[in-house]
């Protein structure tokens, strides 16, 4: 229920799109648009900018640029090594008008998780990493934020955070960011489990 000015937000993205389509065009004069060009940073943008189509949509000089992006999210979404960046997909393509690559994309993602009643629903981590789109906490409360805007699955997105608040009751939340995602997510999405819970 906090108003939040979203003015500097949307000041920025003229110069995110101007980004885009500078990324599109030297893709373009080196010949390899017909290729993966799909990264965790493009998945990111797309995440970042579907949250603003409405309040101002992408400028005509970008829209290029903008639906080739998209098209390269639908195409290759699946050869993507990182659930976070899925998880961006899905909800960006959802919020562009995507009915059917962000149901795929949590069909997947349902496939390989793990779920048992006391850690819930979660994914075995390969190894740890330092990129940013394999923080596993962020990461998580990133699920939660897909399966409950994507699926409206509240059994899902309750079990997702059971996951969430035993990492907080095992070890912690690593920084300061993840905390930040974490709380987003429990408190955004779902009923409230923070008032049952012992967080400390």
């Known amino acids: ?109 349902t496939e390989r998780s793990k779920s048992d009643e006391e850690m819930g629903m979660y994914w075995l981590q390969p190894q740890y990493s330092w990129w940013w789109y394999q923080a596993p906490i962020e990461t998580q409360a990133l699920m939660i934020e897909a399966f409950e805007e994507v699926a409206g699955d509240r059994e899902k997105v309750e079990d997702l955070k059971v996951w969430l608040l035993k990492q907080k009751q095992t070890q912690n939340w690593k920084t300061t960011k993840a905390t930040a995602d974490a709380v987003y997510a429990l408190l955004l999405r779902g009923t409230s489990q923070l008032a049952s819970t012992q967080l400390v």
């Open 1 to 109: 229920g906090v108003e939040v000015d979203i003015a500097p937000a949307i000041k920025s993205l003229d110069r995110l799109d101007n980004w885009i389509d500078r990324t599109y065009q030297e893709l373009k004069r080196d010949n390899h648009l017909d290729r993966n060009n799909l990264n965790h940073t493009i998945c990111l943008y797309l995440y970042g900018r579907s949250f603003f189509l409405k309040d101002q949509p992408v400028a005509d000089q970008y829209k290029t640029a903008f639906d080739y992006f998209t098209k390269q999210a639908q195409t290759y979404w699946v050869k993507l090594g990182s659930r976070q960046s899925q998880g961006h997909l899905a909800i960006a393509l959802k919020r562009i008008g995507d009915r059917q690559t962000p149901v795929k994309i949590l069909a997947s993602l």
